[in-house]
Each structure stands twice: as C-alpha cells, then as structure tokens.
C-alpha cells in the first residue's frame, strides 16, 4: 500500500489505518485470519484505545498477530487514553497508567503513537508535558498526538508540551465534513457557514498535523452507513458510477475521496470484513479527477455557493 509521513515525523505509515475498535466481535481463529490479511495487504498501521472493549481489544489483537520481538518491528501501533468512567481525564497519573496498561495488553515495550483520546477541559497543559516527557524519555511512547481536538485546544496543549503533535483524529465522511463545508461558505448567512471547529482543517494543514478521518462510512454520529442507505439516492447513484469506471467498490470510492483531498489524511478504518479491508486499500491506488472529487460532494447534498 501506499506510504505517507505521519505529522512531521519520520514515520512511514500506510495511508490507511486499521481500527481495531471492534477486532473483539470477532472468533479467535477470525481475529488472526483478519490481522494476517492486513498485514499481507501492507496494512500495518493498528489504532486502538485503552477503552475499547474494556481494554479487551488490545489483548485479542496482542494474541491474534502472536506478538513478539519480530512481529513488533513490522508493525506501527497507536492507542489513545483520557476517557475513564464517564469524564475525560489528562492528568499526568492517569496517562502514564493509561500507557503502562495499554503496553502490558499489547504485549510491547513501546508505542509508535499515543493520542489523548477526547478533549479535558480541566486539563493542566504542565501537567501533560510532565507525562508526556516521561514517556519519551523512558522509551515507552515515540510520537505524540490528539484525537478530537479544535485548534486553540490543540495550541493550549502546546504551551507546555514540547513534542510534535503528529495527528488529530476527527470525525470525516463524505455525509459528515462540515470541515470542508463551511470553508466554502465563508461571511454568507446560511447553516453551512457556521464555522464548528475553528477552521481545524485548515489547522492541521498549517502545521503539519495529520488528519485521521475516523468512522469514514457513518453519517450523524453513529446513525449508519451511507454506503447503499437509500437515504442517500444520489450519492450512492454518483458513487456507483464513478466505482463502475474505475472497476472497484463503492467502498473503495468513499476512501477515495477522502484520500484526494490535498490535506493527506490517513483514514481509520473500522471495518473486521476482510473484503471490505481490501477495498479500502484498494482506494490507495486510485486518484480521483478533480470533477469526481466535487460531483460526490455536492451529490451528498452539499451545495456550492
């Protein structure tokens, strides 16, 4: 699969993410087949969170890819913390005990990337530096990033920590980009205008950080996919016929999109169906016309001013 730098960082990483959010919906013999698969697809870039399944995710990923010296240095694992029994936490105690259990689960000495998983309004930036150094120094955490985070959250952080933030991971879809959309209303008097994350998009741009598109077939928050939903008749008549020229799926088209954007962002997929695994990596191979990239824009309902 293709590779893309991560932040600023050295990093190479696929330019799609596996999300192993639910690996723990699958038979143990499943776990190691999918894990397998992605791994011989070039997939080798796993996102987890030390809430996912109670941390039981991790566990059954560290088991399923049989985890050890030489099976960690093919691969690149990014876990996020900061959510613990109904509130957001970003106090130095709880990400270095976050991390040290997300590690013991994972069966590794060190993670590539670790993200703070939901924004901490009480958080002390001083805080978060004192933690984040700890795990750069003890070797336990190589890079460092945020996951739903808006700019100015994101320059709070900075006034303390002195590490690279590598990536934001937010919610992005075709059917959810109000990122995108508003950037094309700007001063006009219509719902599309409202700026809702402080033009985050263009953030990240700015300095280097890489987007994460996180549930990239959802439309609402979790309502379904929009994939074959005749809620959505048109988008799904455009993204079959673009799918049709290019002799791929609609699935592989919806990843695609997101890919042509110029921000290269590195969609997480969430995905335990192998096919539905291969093609999405599939949409690493495909560029979309700059036609193509807008027709499915607007045929998701979206209208240009």
């Known amino acids: 699969m293709r590779t893309m730098k991560l ?7 696929p330019v799609v993410s596996v999300g192993c959010m639910r690996i723990n919906s699958l038979e143990k013999n499943e776990a190691e087949h999918f894990v397998q698969t992605a791994m ?12 996912y399944g109670g941390g039981e995710c ?18 690149i694992l990014q876990s996020k913390c900061g959510i613990r029994n109904g509130m957001f936490d970003f106090s130095k105690e709880h990400i270095l005990e976050s991390v ?9 000495d060190y993670l590539d990337v670790l993200l703070l998983h939901r924004p901490d309004t009480l958080m002390e930036p001083e805080e978060v530096a004192e933690a984040f150094d700890t795990l750069e120094s003890s070797g336990k955490v190589r890079h460092f990033g945020v996951s739903n985070q808006n700019p100015m959250q994101i320059q709070l952080l900075k006034k303390s920590v ?26 006009m008097e219509n ?17 280097d950080i890489t987007i994460q598109p996180w549930s990239p077939f ?15 008749p048109e988008l799904n008549q455009k993204i079959d016929e673009i799918a049709k020229k290019y002799e791929v799926s609609n699935t592989t088209i919806a990843i695609a999109w997101l890919l042509r954007h110029p921000a290269q962002m590195q969609p997480v997929i969430g995905t335990m169906n192998e096919g539905r695994l291969k093609d999405c990596v599939k949409a690493s191979e495909i560029k979309l016309t700059r036609e193509e990239w807008y027709s499915i824009f607007r045929a998701a309902g979206n209208v240009l001013p």
């Open 100 to 108: 040290d259990g997300i590690l013991r689960r994972l069966k590794t």
């Open 218 to 232: 959802q439309y609402g928050f979790f309502e379904g996919v929009f994939l074959g939903n005749e809620k959505f």
């Open 7 to 13: 932040g600023k960082s050295t990093l190479d990483v």
């Open 162 to 187: 002195k590490q690279t933030i590598v990536a934001n991971q937010l919610q992005l879809s075709i059917t959810n980009s109000t990122m995108i959309s508003n950037g094309f209303n700007v001063n």
């Open 191 to 207: 719902e599309a205008a409202v700026n809702r994350d402080a033009s985050v998009l263009e953030f990240c741009r700015l300095n």
């Open 58 to 75: 991790e566990e059954i990923f560290a088991d399923a890819i049989h985890m050890n010296d030489d099976v960690r240095e093919k691969i």
């Open 40 to 51: 011989e697809l070039g997939a080798n870039f796993f996102d987890h969170a030390d809430i």
